[in-house]
C-alpha cells in the first residue's frame, strides 16, 4: 500500500456519507431541486458516495391536498429531472423523496439515482392517519402497488417497490435499503428484513415534525434500530421552509454507525445544512459473521428475505490521495468522553466488579481477603474493590489482611501510599519485606546476584513477583483468606505479568477485565465520588499521579524514584488500549488500527479527550504507532496467550472485551503472529504530508 493510499479511509473499510436538509419552499419543486443539487454538490466536493434527503422533498412534504393537482406532481418530476442531469457530473448516489404517480395511485416514494441514471424508486410502507398526520388521504401504501418496474422522464424499466436492495459493484459490503419515515416507528421496520437480506446501510427519508422530547424518541429510535440490525442508519427530517400553519420543523438528521452516533445536524436552522460522517462498513460485516444469532434470524425468515431484488450500481470510490477521517474516534475507546456517561460507566464497572468478589467470598464460605498492595494503580483498585464488598457484606474493613512487601527497588513514594491507602481504607495493614527471601531464593538457584553481581535479569524480577504471591497464598492458607488478584487486562494482553506464583495467579482475578485507561478513571472517579471518604480520595489522587513501574530493578542512583517504566518497554497503555481494543472488540487488521490510530491521535485537535483537565495530552506520529503496534502484536499474538489459557475466575466488566477463555477470548497458546507482523511491515513509517 503506498503512502497516500494508506491515508485513505476508503482503503480502509470505511466510507463517508452525507445527510442533507435542504432549504425549501412550499409547492415551488424548481426551488427546492436547486437547494438539494447546491447540497448534492458539495457531498461530492467532500468525497462522500452516498447523499439522503427528506421525505418528499421536491414538493415538499406539507403541502396537504395540493399534492393532488397535476402541476405540483409535473414540477416535481421536472425538478427531479434537473437533479438527474446534475448528477451526471458528479460521484455520487443521491436519494430524493418526492411524490410520484404510478398505476393511476399516488405514492410517497424516494429516488435513488446516481450518474444521470434513475437506481429504483421505493414507495412508502406504511402511512401514519392518526394524530396530525393524515397521509392516506393523499397516498396510497406500498402494498397497493402493481408495478415491479416504472417509466420516469424517458428511463424505462426502473426498479420499484418495496424490497430493494442496492449493492455497489466494486465494494459488495456497501449495500443499503430505503424506508420512509413512519416505516421505523412500527414493531417490525422494513429495515429488519432488509438488514437480513443483506443491507449494511439503511436509509429513512423522514419529515417527521417536531414536538417536545421528540428529537430524544428519534435518537431512541435510529439508535436501536441501528444496533439491533448491526447496520448504519442514515436520518433525515424535513427544515426550514416547510409550511407551519399548523406543525414545526426542526431539520433533524442523524447517522447512526452499528448503535453509535457518528453524525448530527443543527436543530432549528434556517438555512440548508450538510452533514458528514464515515461509516465501518468492515465493522459491520465483522459483527454480523461474529454475532452468529444474526445469521439464526437470517434462517427463520429466509422466505421473506428471498423478496428483495438486488439492483447493482458502479461507482468509483475516491480511494486515491489522502483523506483520513473527519470522524471523532474516541482515543479511550475504553472510557467515554461525556463525563455524565463517563460516571454512568464507572458506576457500573465498580460495581460488576464488587457483586463478583461478594458473589464469590460468599460461595466460598470465605470472610476475609488477602491482596499485596503496591502504591500503584492495580492493587489500589483491588483494595477499593475489596473495601466496598465488605460494606456490601456487613464485615468490617479489618477483614482485609493487607500487605505491603517492598522490594530491591520499592520506592519511598508508592511505598509511602501503600501504607496511607490501607490506613484510611480501615484494613488490617502489615508490612512484610520480600528481600530476605528473594536473597535466599537467589542462593538456592545460584544467581550472579546471591554472588555480588549486579545481574538484574527477568529472573531477579521474577523471584521478587514470586515471592509476593507465595506469601499471599500462604498467609491466605493461614488465615483462611481468599487471594484477590490485581492484574488487569492491558497486562494480560501485553503478557506483562508474571505466570504461575506470579502477579498472574490468585484466587479470584477482580481486575482482569478492566484495561489500565479505565482503571485510571475508576479511581478517579471513587476519589471525586468519596465513595471511601475523602481522606481516601486524598491518597487515591496522589497515587494517580505516579509514573507507571513494576519497581523491580534498583535504580543506578540513590534518590531516582525509578530505574524502569513499563512504557518504555511495552508502549504507551493509552495507545495499547486502544490497539487492544479494535484488536479484540472487533478483529481488526494492523493497518487498519493504525489508520484508525493516527486520525485520532496525530494531531491534538483531533480526536475525542475524556474531559478531564489533568489529563495529560500525547500525540504519536504514524512511525510511533507502527512501532508500538509492532509489540503489540508480538505479544499478544505470538508470546502470552498461555498465560491468558489458565487465569484465575474473573468478572467480565466491559462489551470491549474480557480476556478469560471462558468469558469472551479463545485462543491457542502456540499460535504464530507472522500475518499480523507481516501487515505492519506496509504501514508507512512517516506520513509524508505531515512530514511525521
Request: proline share 5%; with cysteine.
Amino acid at each position: 500500500m503506498q503512502n497516500a493510499e494508506f491515508f485513505n479511509l476508503y482503503n480502509h473499510g470505511l466510507i463517508r456519507v452525507a445527510v442533507g436538509v435542504p432549504e425549501v419552499q412550499v409547492a415551488d419543486p424548481a426551488f427546492n431541486g436547486r437547494r438539494t443539487i447546491e447540497l448534492m454538490e458539495k457531498a461530492a466536493d467532500d468525497k462522500a458516495i452516498l447523499a439522503l434527503f427528506p421525505e418528499l422533498g421536491l414538493s415538499p412534504y406539507s403541502c396537504d391536498d395540493l399534492f393532488h393537482p397535476q402541476a405540483l406532481l409535473g414540477g416535481s418530476l421536472d425538478s427531479l429531472r434537473m437533479i438527474l442531469k446534475a448528477s451526471e457530473a458528479l460521484n455520487l448516489i443521491a436519494v430524493v423523496g418526492m411524490p410520484l404517480q404510478v398505476d393511476q395511485l399516488l405514492f410517497n416514494c424516494a429516488v435513488v439515482l446516481s450518474r444521470g441514471k434513475l437506481l429504483g424508486v421505493i414507495p412508502k410502507t406504511f402511512l401514519p392517519n392518526y394524530r396530525e398526520y393524515y397521509e392516506q388521504r393523499q397516498f396510497a401504501p406500498a402494498a397497493a402497488a402493481c408495478s415491479t418496474e416504472v417509466e420516469i422522464i424517458d428511463h424505462n424499466a426502473i426498479p420499484f417497490g418495496s424490497h430493494l436492495l442496492f449493492q455497489a459493484d466494486k465494494q459488495r459490503d456497501f449495500t443499503f435499503c430505503v424506508e420512509i419515515c413512519e416505516d421505523l416507528w412500527v414493531p417490525i421496520p422494513p429495515s429488519s428484513y432488509a438488514a437480513l437480506a443483506g443491507a449494511t446501510v439503511i436509509l429513512n427519508l423522514s419529515a417527521s415534525n417536531i414536538t417536545i422530547a421528540k428529537d430524544e424518541y428519534r435518537h431512541n429510535l435510529v439508535s436501536n434500530q441501528s444496533a439491533r440490525c448491526i447496520a448504519a442508519y442514515l436520518y433525515t427530517a424535513a427544515g426550514t421552509g416547510e409550511s407551519t400553519t399548523d406543525l414545526a420543523w426542526d431539520g433533524h438528521a442523524l447517522v447512526y454507525d452499528g448503535g453509535f452516533l457518528v453524525g448530527e445536524s443543527d436543530r432549528f436552522r434556517y438555512d440548508s445544512q450538510l452533514v458528514l460522517a464515515e461509516l465501518d462498513l468492515e465493522r459491520l460485516v465483522l459483527e454480523r459473521m461474529r454475532q452468529n444469532t444474526f445469521g439464526q434470524s437470517m434462517q427463520l425468515h429466509r422466505e421473506a428475505l428471498r423478496r428483495f431484488r438486488k439492483v447493482p450500481f458502479n461507482l468509483e470510490t475516491p480511494n486515491t490521495g489522502r483523506l483520513v477521517c473527519s470522524r471523532n474516534i474516541d482515543r479511550f475507546p475504553y472510557v467515554p468522553s461525556d463525563p455524565a456517561v463517563r460516571d454512568r460507566r464507572c458506576y457500573e464497572a465498580y460495581n460488576i466488579q464488587v457483586q463478583g468478589l461478594v458473589k464469590r467470598l460468599k460461595s466460598s464460605k470465605i470472610s476475609k481477603i488477602a491482596i499485596g498492595i503496591s502504591g500503584g494503580l492495580d492493587s489500589t483498585h483491588a483494595l477499593v474493590v475489596a473495601a466496598r464488598a465488605m460494606d456490601v457484606l456487613q464485615l468490617p474493613r479489618s477483614n482485609i489482611l493487607a500487605y505491603t512487601m517492598p522490594g530491591f527497588a520499592t520506592s519511598q513514594h508508592t511505598l509511602d501510599n501503600a501504607n496511607a491507602l490501607m490506613a484510611t481504607i480501615g484494613c488490617e495493614s502489615h508490612e512484610l519485606d520480600i528481600r530476605p527471601s528473594c536473597e535466599q531464593m537467589l542462593r538456592d538457584i545460584g544467581h550472579p546476584y546471591s554472588a555480588g553481581e549486579p545481574v538484574y535479569d527477568v529472573t531477579f524480577e521474577n523471584v521478587q513477583a514470586g515471592e509476593r504471591t507465595s506469601h499471599l497464598f500462604r498467609l491466605a492458607n493461614l488465615h483462611q483468606a481468599l487471594v484477590v488478584g490485581t492484574s488487569d487486562l492491558s497486562e494480560l494482553a501485553l503478557g506483562w505479568c508474571t505466570y504461575g506464583v506470579g502477579d498472574h495467579m490468585s484466587h479470584y482475578a477482580i481486575n482482569a477485565s478492566v484495561p489500565k485507561t479505565l482503571m485510571q478513571f475508576l479511581i478517579r472517579w471513587v476519589a471525586e465520588t468519596n465513595q471511601l471518604g475523602e481522606q481516601s480520595s486524598r491518597v487515591l489522587r496522589a497515587i494517580l499521579e505516579t509514573d507507571f513501574s513494576p519497581e523491580l530493578i534498583p535504580a543506578e542512583n540513590d534518590g531516582e524514584p525509578f530505574a524502569q517504566k513499563t512504557e518504555d518497554v511495552i508502549g504507551p497503555y493509552e495507545l495499547q488500549d486502544f490497539t487492544m481494543y479494535y484488536t479484540v472488540r472487533f478483529g481488526y487488521a494492523p493497518s487498519k488500527i493504525a489508520f484508525l490510530s493516527y486520525c485520532s491521535w496525530r494531531d491534538l485537535s483531533q480526536g475525542r479527550w475524556p474531559d478531564v483537565p489533568e489529563l495529560k495530552r500525547n500525540q504519536y506520529t504514524i512511525g510511533e504507532i507502527k512501532h508500538w503496534l509492532g509489540i503489540f502484536a508480538w505479544r499478544f499474538f505470538q508470546v502470552s496467550q498461555f498465560k491468558r489459557s489458565c487465569i484465575p475466575n474473573a468478572p467480565k466488566v466491559g462489551s470491549g472485551g474480557s480476556l478469560s477463555p471462558r468469558g469472551d477470548y479463545r485462543a491457542p497458546s502456540d499460535s504464530e503472529a507472522a500475518v499480523w507482523l507481516d501487515e505492519i511491515k506496509n504501514i508507512p513509517d512517516q506520513d509524508l504530508e505531515a512530514g511525521s
